[in-house]
């Protein structure tokens, strides 16, 4: 009998399905985060008789008998989904509107690549992220900025102490990427380039199929709690139908070993 | 001999094949995609010359088939603007790995590194008259997915995604991985495809159906297997009874 492991991988499935639901709810506050979403595919079918074999004389089966074996998680899809812009007032906070990743040189001399805006300054002026790592292009606030204005196009000007015209100090730029679900989230807001990803085009913001900045305000993440929790309850008794099958395949045994 | 346990017997194998396609439409619940599938018996019928008329014939239960129920799953929204929902009948055709053509109805939508459409699992997704659809890499990330299918860019369409429609659901065949094989589609017509984009079906398998299924398999299982007790004490007895020496 097939559906004892036919229902484990329900029950299997369904594990994964929680895991992704509780990773989502646990960042429900973390800047920039992308909710995901785990995908179910069907396993393969059993050809018990084959469609189109013969039944006897001319007569052909029409649909043949195919068990399917149950399911399997076909892969765990990041949904690239705006999140909400949240005001903070910080001058170093920039939130991405639309698509773009801020370059980031990590300590072994890489790029990872985040949506997470929410910069600070290093003792020696650079513009870096929470953990400390540069910004790619470089920026460097001189020392007796009064104020530090980013454009939507990622123009970054400073006005500094007698001197009224405010001095440009650089570009901020962005890289887009052809598939960005094929990004390898890396923890800590940020991702990897993949094979799967493509190669990134950097450029401004603004310009084509590149997103715009927004200073003062970062990106929250786009887990929307309400549809999290219907997905909990969903999986929750997709589970409790599953152990339900187990359960009733066993007794279907059990009876059988009760033949006398 | 007696055969009232063979007949059993027949009904038991087909209940227990009934359970496991139960059993996959369960695990399949939340399939993208998925259709449930139906096992179909049929009746088999032995003559046989008994003394008496009534009991000449015997009919057998023999497995038949398993059709899929092709009427629509519940659509989820998705908030990915390239997802798509086939409204009625019909399937996505797609490019398998051994260069086929496969099908499904599982309409998660994502633009590969080459910029063409593909489906969740990578398969290149075949838009009409068998031409992948290749998204410009400034366009990526600005495209939407018409009612007709119409993939429209920034500067106008890149391409539609066609549907594809069978005159008999029988010819499809399941395969796994969300994919069904086939031979014989059409390709609809632009003003006969009716997409819903930003969202995929749901499987449509109802929870309902197969509990009750279930729960009736499994008392009938029962019930033959107390039948076939019972028909084992009687022959015990006859055994008891015709074998004594009076």
Redesign the interface.
């Known amino acids: 009998?097939?559906?004892l492991s036919?229902?484990a991988?329900?029950m299997l499935?369904?594990q994964t399905?929680v895991d992704v639901i509780s990773n989502n709810i646990a960042n429900m506050n973390t800047t920039a985060f992308k909710k995901q979403?785990a995908?179910?595919?069907?396993?393969?079918?059993q050809q018990?008789?084959r469609?189109g074999s013969s039944t006897g004389g001319d007569t052909k089966?029409?649909?043949?008998?195919?068990?399917?074996?149950?399911?399997k998680t076909?892969?765990v899809?990041r949904?690239?989904?705006q999140g909400s812009l949240q005001q903070t007032d910080n001058p170093y906070d920039i939130a991405v509107q639309?698509?773009g990743y801020f370059q980031v040189t990590m300590p072994d001399g890489t790029t990872s690549y985040t949506r997470d805006g929410s910069f600070q300054i290093s003792d020696q002026g650079e513009l870096v992220t929470q953990d400390g790592y540069p910004v790619q292009p470089g920026i460097t606030i001189p020392q007796g900025a009064l104020d530090v204005s980013i454009s939507k196009t990622g123009l970054v000007e400073v006005t500094v102490a007698g001197n009224t015209q405010p001095q440009q100090l650089g570009q901020l730029q962005l890289a887009?990427f052809?598939?960005?679900?094929?990004l390898e989230a890396k923890g800590g807001n940020l991702f990897l380039e993949t094979?799967?990803?493509?190669q990134p085009?950097v450029g401004s913001p603004g310009d084509?199929?590149i997103g715009t900045l927004t200073q003062g305000f970062v990106e929250g993440s786009n887990v929307n709690p309400v549809s999290e929790i219907t997905s909990l309850i969903?999986?929750q008794?997709?589970y409790e139908?599953?152990s339900?099958?187990l359960k009733?395949?066993d007794?279907?045994l059990a009876?059988?070993s009760?033949?006398? | 001999m007696d055969i009232s346990s063979y007949v059993l017997l027949s009904q038991e194998q087909a209940l227990k094949r009934r359970m496991d396609v139960v059993a996959n439409n369960i695990a399949n619940m939340n399939t993208v995609g998925f259709k449930r599938e139906q096992p179909v018996f049929r009746e088999y019928v032995e003559q046989t010359d008994g003394a008496v008329k009534a009991a000449e014939k015997t009919s057998f239960v023999l497995d038949y088939g398993a059709v899929h129920d092709a009427s629509n799953g519940a659509f989820q929204p998705t908030g990915n603007p390239l997802d798509v929902m086939i409204d009625g009948p019909g399937y996505l055709a797609v490019q398998a790995g051994d260069g086929t053509t496969a099908y499904t109805r599982a309409g998660y939508v994502k633009v590969l590194e080459s910029g063409e459409l593909a489906t969740s699992g990578g398969q290149v997704i075949l838009g009409e008259g068998g031409k992948p659809i290749k998204i410009p890499p400034e366009e990526a990330g600005k495209v939407n997915v018409n009612p007709d299918g119409t993939v429209m860019g920034e500067n106008g369409p890149l391409g539609r995604i066609a549907v594809t429609v069978f005159d008999s659901e029988a010819v499809v065949d399941p395969r796994g991985n969300d994919m069904f094989t086939a031979t014989g589609g059409r390709e609809l017509p632009a003003a006969q495809t009716k997409l819903v984009s930003g969202g995929v079906e749901g499987s449509n398998v109802n929870a309902i159906v197969e509990t009750t299924d279930m729960m009736q398999i499994l008392r009938a299982y029962q019930t033959s297997q107390s039948l076939s007790n019972s028909m084992s004490d009687l022959r015990k007895s006859a055994i008891d009874k015709l074998g004594r020496v009076s």
């Open positions: 009998m097939r559906t036919i229902a991988t329900g499935a369904q399905n979403r995908e179910f595919q069907d396993l393969l079918y018990v008789s469609p089966v029409p649909a043949g008998i195919q068990i399917g074996s149950g399911v076909g892969g899809y949904i690239n989904q639309g698509k887009t052809m598939n960005e679900n094929g094979a799967a990803s493509g085009t084509t199929g969903t999986a008794r997709a139908m599953n339900r099958v009733t395949a007794e279907m009876t059988t009760q033949l006398r």
